[in-house]
Each structure stands twice: as structure tokens, then as C-alpha cells.
């Protein structure tokens, strides 16, 4: 007998898998001999739990270069977490979006330890989680990096509105908001590094004598050539690679240093879906 649609539009609602999956699975189980409404469905949820392995193993070797980031707080923590997919399409999907939101949420409360995928969050692994998913959306998805923080002084996190970079900033005092705002211009900017103490002093000897050498060329004398090249890398990279150094994004006249008062940056986490994350401590 024909599978009615009001049969397929249950098990469409009950497992939320793709309307005509739905229909094949039910029709396989009429066809191994199953009979009644409710064992068709019991049936056709196994045939489609199968069929979701499948294309999670299937999919496993595919290259995931898109995906989105979520970011859950909770009192003085926050959780940083990035989910990859295949493409564009599917980070921005509601679902893909929903389970990122939701590691997330269960990460800030829970740390997940130094292997996030066998935590357990609603009673399942989040690499069962991760597999529904797969079978759901048909793309492969893998979980990204997860981030922790938590501070004794402010701690504020800010997602970008692409939904593919974030960052969590923590304070040693003062407002989230003001670590909020810090966050916006870490994601902006890409710091590498807090102050430029913390800047490896190796590099920064190499920039310098290569803009020496530059300056010398140019008809200078070593003395004057010395400190053009240290006011050079100053300017054009210490201003870009350390944090307390850079242009305040709000007002370009003044750097981030000024901005802060007394309040120092005790951390930063810089994450975008498919790049290694940015974390640095003071």
C-alpha cells in the first residue's frame, strides 16, 4: 500500500529530517515487511539514524573552510565555541547555528575538558550530536576549537555579526561593557600580542635592523639610520601587533592603553571559524 503523506509529515515532525528521506524510509520499512502506523515510524527512525551514520562517516574526509562561532556568559565565564561546516550556506543555516549556540551554552556551565567531543550535553555525546546533525544537513561538520575564560575582575565576549569571528577579553577590573568594546577591536585588528614587553625581543631586532639597513642605503648615518628604524617598527608594527598599542577603533587619536584607565588586560581569545585561535595571557 501506498505511504500516506499524513504518515510521512509525523515522522517529518518527529525527527525533523528531510521530507522525501522521510517518505524512503518509510517505504523501506513497509517493504521488510512492517506493518501499523507506529511500527512504520519506530522502523523508519532506525533507517534513518543508519542513514545519518552513513553520510557522517561518508562525509568525514570532505574540507570544511566556512562555519560559525558562538559565545555563551555566564556570571564571570565565557565560552567560546566554533562549529565548521563545508560552505556558506550551511553557516548561516538556523539549525547549524542553533547547535553552536547550544555547545556554547552547555560549555559555559560545564567546562568540557580537554576533549570537548565526548562531553555530554542533553543526555548525548556532542560527537552524537554532531553526527545527527551531519545527517540532517548533509554537509560534514566538525567541531572547532573551544575556549574557556573565566576572571575574577570583568570579563565581556563580542560576536561579530557574520557570526564567523568573536573574541573574549578579561580584565583585571572595570565594566564588561569596556571588555565588550575591547573584544570589538580584537576582532578587528588581530593583536598578536597584550603590550609590547610580551613582543619576542628576537623579532623585533631582526625588524629593526632590516629598516637600519634601509635607512642606511637611503644615505643616512647609523646613528640617525638606529632611530628612524626603532621609531619605523614602532609605529608601523608594534602599533599593529600589540594590543595596548593599537588606534582605539572608536577614536583613532588615542590607543587602546589610554583607553582602559586602571584596568589592566589580563587575557584576550581571538576566534574565527577555520583559523587557529589567538590566545594570549599576560
Keep these: 500500500m501506498a505511504i500516506s503523506a499524513g504518515l510521512v509529515k509525523r515522522l517529518r515532525e518527529e525527527t525533523d529530517a528531510p521530507m522525501m528521506e522521510c517518505k524512503r524510509a518509510l517505504e523501506a520499512a513497509e517493504a521488510e515487511g512492517v506493518s501499523g502506523d507506529d511500527a512504520l515510524i519506530d522502523r523508519a527512525k532506525t533507517l ?108 565581556g565576549g563580542y560576536l561579530h555579526h557574520d557570526r564567523a569571528k568573536a573574541a573574549i577579553v578579561a580584565l583585571s577590573e572595570g565594566e564588561e561593557d569596556l571588555a565588550r568594546k575591547v573584544g570589538m577591536q580584537v576582532v578587528a585588528f588581530t593583536p598578536e600580542f597584550i603590550a609590547r614587553e610580551h613582543v619576542d625581543q628576537t623579532r623585533l631586532e631582526k625588524e629593526i635592523e632590516l629598516e637600519k639597513q634601509k635607512a642606511i642605503e637611503a644615505g643616512k648615518n647609523p646613528e640617525i639610520a638606529q632611530k628612524i628604524a626603532e621609531g619605523k617598527v614602532a609605529k608601523e608594527l608594534l602599533s599593529q601587533i600589540v594590543l595596548l598599542e593599537q588606534q582605539w577603533y572608536a577614536d583613532l587619536s588615542k590607543k587602546v592603553g589610554e583607553m582602559l584607565g586602571s584596568a589592566q588586560v589580563k587575557e584576550f581569545v581571538r576566534v574565527e571559524a577555520g583559523k587557529k585561535p589567538i590566545h594570549v595571557k599576560s
Excluded at 562549529?83 to 547549524?96: K, P, Q, Y
Excluded at 548525548?124 to 554532531?130: C, D, E, N
Design 48 to 155: 534513518l539514524k543508519e542513514s545519518g551514520k552513513l553520510a557522517y562517516v561518508k562525509r568525514q574526509d570532505r574540507a570544511v573552510s566556512a562555519g560559525t562561532v558562538a559565545i555563551s556568559k555566564s556570571d564571570n565565564v565565557i565560552a567560546a565555541v566554533s562549529l565548521l561546516c563545508e560552505t556558506d550556506f550551511v553557516a548561516r543555516n538556523e539549525d547549524f547555528i542553533a547547535l553552536a549556540q547550544k555547545l556554547a551554552d552547555a560549555f559555559v556551565k560545564n567546562d568540557p575538558g580537554t576533549d570537548p567531543l565526548n562531553a555530554v550535553v542533553d543526555g548525548k555525546s556532542v560527537a552524537q550530536l554532531i553526527e545527527e546533525a551531519v545527517g540532517k544537513i548533509r554537509e560534514n561538520i566538525q567541531l572547532g576549537p573551544v575556549i574557556r575564560v573565566s576572571s575574577e575582575g570583568a570579563v
